[in-house]
């Protein structure tokens, strides 16, 4: 786990700017790539954090919209607007958040390091993962 003094704040958003919000998390991120379904077609490259180191912005909710299927507890919000996803809750995570690094905004991030999930296997995978662990204080 991430000490919280390894941890900077970061600055994001949506294209059209709608939908503002900070993470804490460190400056190098662990992101994940998925093979599932949704994320192959959205390219949803994103790193996980517990969900009291995010915060969305006032009056941002207001321009949110969210996608569901399959098993309903991936929640994949975006943007009314412009419809760029810039974060949701993870099926693998519901206690968290995962960021979509390419929506950071600030000159916060140094390095991205990218890690594989299974998602066309995902009962099998997440067993075997520590993914779990990302949204853990």
Not at 8 to 36: M, Q, R, Y
Not at 74 to 88: D, I, L, N, P
Not at 97 to 110: A, Y
Request: proline share 4%; with cysteine.
């Amino acid at each position: 786990m991430t000490s919280s003094e390894n941890l900077v704040s970061h600055a994001g958003s949506c294209h059209c700017g709608n939908v503002k919000f900070t993470v804490l998390a460190p400056s190098i991120l662990e992101v994940w790539n998925c093979n599932c379904s949704i994320c192959t077609k959205k390219q949803n490259l994103h790193f996980i954090v517990p969900r009291s180191r995010f915060t969305l912005h006032p009056d941002s909710e207001e321009h949110l919209t969210t996608y569901t299927f399959n098993s309903g507890q991936a929640k994949h919000t975006f943007c009314k607007t412009c419809g760029v996803q810039s974060f949701y809750t993870p099926r693998s995570n519901t206690d968290g958040v995962g960021v979509m690094p390419h929506c950071i905004d600030s000159d916060t991030v140094t390095k991205v390091v990218y890690r594989k999930f299974d998602g066309q296997n995902w009962e099998q995978f997440i067993e075997t993962s520590d993914i779990r662990s990302r949204s853990k204080e």
